[in-house]
């Protein structure tokens, strides 16, 4: 898979965005149409089309990306927050590039959508 996302030309630095956490791994910014007053993405720098597409030596960085989420939430100053993997078109995934949804701020209702 080659980089050629929205999320790859936001990592390759062509297009700015409201960056809240980045290292070596990942690359967490407020998400730019919300569905919550706190709504961020993480994102692997590694382009991973899907949580499907994910392999046995990925593990680190998928336990990296939910303790990211984490820290991005408590630095938020959220108490409470949804996290969010949606893996393929029918499970509402728009962009192909693995990213978790951090989102919270007001009370959210079961079940989404």
């Not at 991973?48 to 991005?72: P, R």
Request: glycine share 8%.
């Amino acid at each position: 898979m080659t980089n050629d996302t929205i999320f790859g030309r936001i990592l390759s630095g062509e297009i700015p965005c409201q960056e809240v956490y980045s290292d070596e791994l990942c690359l967490a910014f407020k998400d730019v149409a919300p569905q919550a007053p706190v709504h961020l993405l993480v994102i692997p720098r590694k382009p991973i089309k899907s949580l499907n597409d994910a392999m046995a030596d990925d593990v680190g960085l998928l336990g990296h990306l939910l303790l990211v989420a984490k820290d991005v939430a408590n630095q938020s100053g959220l108490k409470n927050w949804r996290t969010i993997i949606n893996t393929g078109e029918e499970a509402g995934q728009t962009v192909f590039h693995l990213h978790v949804h951090v989102i919270g701020g007001r009370p959210l209702a079961w079940p989404p959508g």
